[in-house]
């Protein structure tokens, strides 16, 4: 059974900071290519960041120098950190493995005055 839950949502001020995390279980993602995707209103859902297994992260341009994936292999979470957020990074944040193969229900981030 694989399941990918995440966490750190929620509202922020622009400006602000938050710290995504995606716990993974059922699998080892240290063999996966994993990712952050969003989901805005009206929107398709859309890659934020994506890692291979061997390190290399790939960024949506709109969120370069903003945002920050990382992951801790030993206890098998990935994370992103997602500093002067704007109102525009308002989404449903999704993480999945393959990338495509296995999806977390999201967790909602919205930033609002």
């Known amino acids: 059974q694989v399941q990918l839950v995440e966490s750190g949502g929620g509202l922020v001020q622009p400006g602000g900071s938050l710290r995504l995390s995606c716990a993974a279980s059922g699998i080892d993602f240290r063999f996966w290519t994993m990712g952050w995707y969003r989901q805005a209103p009206g929107k398709q859902r859309e890659s934020v960041a994506t890692?291979?297994?061997?390190?290399?992260?790939i960024y949506r341009d709109s969120v370069k120098g903003r945002f920050t994936f990382s992951r801790d292999n030993a206890a098998n979470t990935m994370y992103l950190q997602m500093n002067s957020l704007k109102p525009d990074d308002t989404a449903v944040y999704y993480c999945?493995?393959?990338?495509?193969?296995?999806w977390g229900q999201g967790t909602q981030v919205t930033v609002s005055s």
């Open positions: 890692s291979t297994a061997g390190g290399t992260t």
């Open positions: 999945t493995a393959g990338p495509n193969s296995y």
